[in-house]
């Protein structure tokens, strides 16, 4: 039960509290209406107006003229009978049963209180009764029959290739126990986020016919000692009496983490992990049992994890290029209806880096988008607006910045789109927008690279890297002083420049040395690497000194370009401040106009 649900019971528990009290207080009265002091029933024995009554231990009930019912609380009164008698009262003893009153007063309320409780606990959730706090949240998830197929999964096909020889041995296990054929036990599914490494997992399950266990090995990291191990037990357990399968876990990192790395060594993650190695060097995947898991982050993976027999064969699921875009797109255009098939050609041309999770989003978005037009096709204008969307999360067209900031914010836009205007063999300025997205991004420029590259030199990097700058730069030329809007830029300026001295060996005085073992190449960036390189001190120093070096002088140079342009900015700013946005074509036309 989690806090908020625990606030909620507690409420309703006060709520029928509240009413049981009620219940108490008002039911006497409720079931005796004509209830009168002892003071006044006698008073109005002296006065003649009692007929009869009915004398109990407790209470007295009477009738009095004109059959008026009434009772009263007996007090103790030793006149009491002489002054019944000398009014010529009627009197009739009786031994009073208060059984059903008792009954009502006191049962029903407390059958009513725990009703309530009973109703509220179902409902909060059909499994989740208090009794299950504390349990373990990972959850062991089980497809019987998987629909998902290859077909399913495009711009992947060397990982296809590779898991090719999976499915054939889950389909008939047998003929490679004949053959005493070797069948991995483990499969690692690398690569970075979004790019379907559960949709190839769940897949191959779905061509071979074989149920499908997933659990996320991010689940297990808040649990207590002991319960992911038991977890992991269970799994195999269950997966073992449904041979041939395939177990897939998530996630691998959040649980295989190199055991006593950080500040603190996380004692049920530990136990978990050495769990998972038992279990795994326990089965024989010649049982049928296949091993898939999916990670980011291979680098931090405990080695323990890789030895062979455990997780010994690794297949990279990279971002998909323009060729796997263009397939993957098509694969979720399969439900969609488009104005033109061709378009999404041109999507996948505008959409480098994207992972498959981006452009089924896409879709997805651009579809929504020609539903509230009332469109009856998804046209190019819905498309790019949907890439747009998705680069730069929601447009908040709402979101207002003042006249000020808005000026600011058009210059330093201009200020990027103008160093890399001019910097030659640039990506071409595709379009520049300051209607904020999200809420990172106050303005945006967008460059549409004309392909996909792997390999750049090092003059493309520091174009880059005054590329970023030249939005501060634009501020200071124009306003004399910097904001705090060029924060990302920076960032991402400085990743690269480090990358650069670090990884690539582009500095002069730290020569062609690689200090950074496990980064990856800053296409397959997934953020700053956290592995402390094996260098000196002195060395640490000479980087950062580079590093400086690198921005500074890339600083420098555009700010040179945009000083160069200076009337050139103040008019192109001008016109998007009018506009909003404006398109690559239309600030050459401006530029040339100058
Ligand atoms: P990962 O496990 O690598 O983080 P997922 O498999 O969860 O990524 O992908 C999320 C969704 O993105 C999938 O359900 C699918 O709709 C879409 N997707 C991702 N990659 C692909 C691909 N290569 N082909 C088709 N769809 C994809
Ligand atoms: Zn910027």
Redesign the pocket.
């Known amino acids: 039960m989690d806090p908020k649900q625990r606030q909620f019971s507690i409420w309703y528990m006060f709520i029928a509290l509240w009413v049981l009290i009620l219940i108490q207080t008002f039911l006497p009265s409720l079931f005796n209406p004509t209830e009168i002091p002892y003071s006044e029933f006698k008073s109005s024995v002296e006065a003649n107006k009692v007929t009869e009554v009915t004398v109990s231990p407790q209470v007295i009930h009477g009738k009095m003229k004109e059959d008026k019912v009434f009772h009263t609380i007996r007090i103790e009164d030793p006149d009491l009978l002489r002054s019944l008698a000398q009014h010529q009262v009627k009197v009739t003893g009786m031994i009073e049963s208060t059984l059903f009153r008792d009954l009502l007063s006191w049962i029903l309320p407390i059958v009513l209180f725990f009703g309530v409780w009973w109703f509220l606990l179902r409902r909060m959730g059909q499994s989740q009764g208090f009794m299950t706090v504390g349990q373990s949240k990972a959850k062991i998830y089980m497809e019987k029959e998987v629909k998902v197929t290859f077909a ?5 096909d060397e990982a296809k290739e590779e898991l090719e020889e999976i499915i054939e041995f889950l389909k008939t296990p047998e003929k490679f126990r004949r053959l005493g054929g070797k069948i991995p036990k483990g499969i690692l ?1 690398v ?12 897949a191959v399950a779905g061509e071979a016919g074989v149920p499908f266990f997933s659990i996320s090995g991010s689940e297990f990291v808040e649990m207590f000692v002991g319960v992911g191990a038991a977890r992991v037990r269970d799994l195999f357990e269950q997966a073992k009496s449904k041979a041939p399968c395939i177990i897939f876990i ?1 996630e691998l990192d959040a649980l295989g983490k190199a055991r006593g790395v950080g500040p603190m060594a996380h004692e049920e993650r530990e136990q978990t992990l050495n769990q998972l190695l038992v279990e795994m060097d326990g089965f024989d995947s010649r049982a049928g049992v296949i091993l898939m898991a ?1 990670t ?1 982050r291979p680098e931090i993976l405990d080695p323990a994890l890789l030895r062979p027999g455990r997780f010994d064969r690794q297949v990279l ?1 990279d971002r ?1 290029d323009k060729i ?1 875009r263009l ?2 797109l098509k ?2 255009a399969r439900s969609i209806t488009l104005a033109d098939p061709a378009d999404l050609e041109t999507i996948a041309a505008m959409t480098p880096g994207f ?7 896409v879709l997805n978005e651009a579809a929504l988008l020609a539903v509230r037009r009332n469109k009856d096709a998804v046209g190019m204008s819905e498309l790019q607006e949907a890439v747009e969307r998705v680069v730069g999360g929601l447009e908040k067209k709402n979101r207002v910045l003042n006249q000020m900031e808005r000026a600011r914010v058009a210059h330093h836009e201009i200020g990027h789109a103008l160093v890399a205007m001019s910097i030659p063999g640039g990506d071409a300025v595709h379009k520049i927008s300051i209607i904020p997205r999200g809420i990172a991004a106050l303005g945006y420029t967008m460059q549409l690279p004309t392909e996909d590259r792997f390999l750049m030199t090092e003059s493309e990097l520091k174009n880059r890297i005054a590329i970023l700058l030249g939005g501060r730069a634009a501020e200071e030329v124009i306003y004399g002083e910097v904001s705090t809007g060029a924060q990302d830029d920076l960032r991402k300026a400085t990743d690269i420049a480090k990358s650069m001295i670090k990884a690539y060996g582009m500095s002069e005085k730290l020569g062609q040395v690689s200090l950074e073992r496990d980064r990856q190449s800053i296409f397959l960036q997934t953020g700053p690497s956290q592995t402390p390189g094996d260098y000196s001190e002195q060395t640490s120093r000479e980087i950062d000194c580079e590093v400086r070096l690198l921005i500074d002088e890339q600083y420098e140079r555009a700010r040179d370009l945009i000083k160069a342009q200076e009337a050139t900015l103040r008019h192109v700013a001008q016109a998007l401040l009018e506009k909003e946005t404006i398109t690559g074509e239309e600030l050459k036309a401006l530029a040339a106009a100058q």
């Open positions: 399913d999964v495009a711009g992947v599914l690569g970075p986020p979004g790019t379907g490494k559960t949709l190839l997992a769940k998530d999916a980011n699921v998909p796997g397939a993957i694969v979720h992972v498959g999770a981006d452009l089924a989003n």
